[in-house]
């Protein structure tokens, strides 16, 4: 019951995630984000993956003081400085197996990514943290994420082709 839970979770926090960049306003799709890392970091918690649930719960403290710190440039490259240690030491903590390097990987290269201005570079970073939550998701059976990742890594792709 708790893996078919685990799975609805995490179902939905990609359906909020996807429908979140339906919206027109930085701040909605943030708030929206948002409730999408709480299904995320439920859903990696049922399924007793640590550094996943870690990484989430990281992205979650990061969505929202982006939320209010949107606007200012130095603010956010405080954020990325100060969550970067943060999630080293999150991962020694968490450390399941070589594959828990996967999502610290990818959020390690994603807050980066709030740094850039270049559209294509995100593009490109949003591919390698999507393959490598795909290999995590796989790890630890998690058809939700294996779903919306590959479909991720497919789109973004194609977007990131297109705009080169």
């Known amino acids: 019951m708790k893996f078919i839970i685990a799975q ?3 179902a939905v926090g990609y359906a909020l995630l996807a429908f979140s960049f339906f919206k027109k306003n930085k701040k909605e799709i943030l708030f929206i984000q948002i409730f999408a890392y709480i299904g995320f970091t439920t859903h990696y918690l049922l399924l007793d993956a640590l550094t996943g649930t870690a990484c ?3 992205g979650f403290i990061a969505l929202i003081l982006i939320y ?3 606007n200012d440039e130095k603010k956010k490259k405080v954020l990325v400085f100060v969550l970067i ?3 080293i030491a999150m991962s020694f903590l ?3 197996n070589i594959y828990s390097l996967f ?3 990818a959020c390690l290269i994603t807050f980066n990514s709030f740094l850039s201005k270049d559209e294509n570079k995100i593009r490109f970073i949003g591919i390698i943290s999507a393959a490598c939550w795909l290999i995590y998701a796989i790890i630890h059976v998690s ?3 294996i779903v919306f990742e590959v479909i991720t890594v497919i789109a973004t792709i194609v ?3 297109r705009n080169k």
């Open 85 to 87: 240690p943060i999630l």
């Open 143 to 145: 058809y939700s994420a």
């Open 103 to 105: 999502p610290v990987f």
């Open 94 to 96: 968490s450390y399941e």
């Open 159 to 161: 977007a990131y082709l």
């Open 68 to 70: 209010f710190f949107s």
């Open 8 to 10: 609805i979770l995490g």
């Open 56 to 58: 989430n719960i990281l």
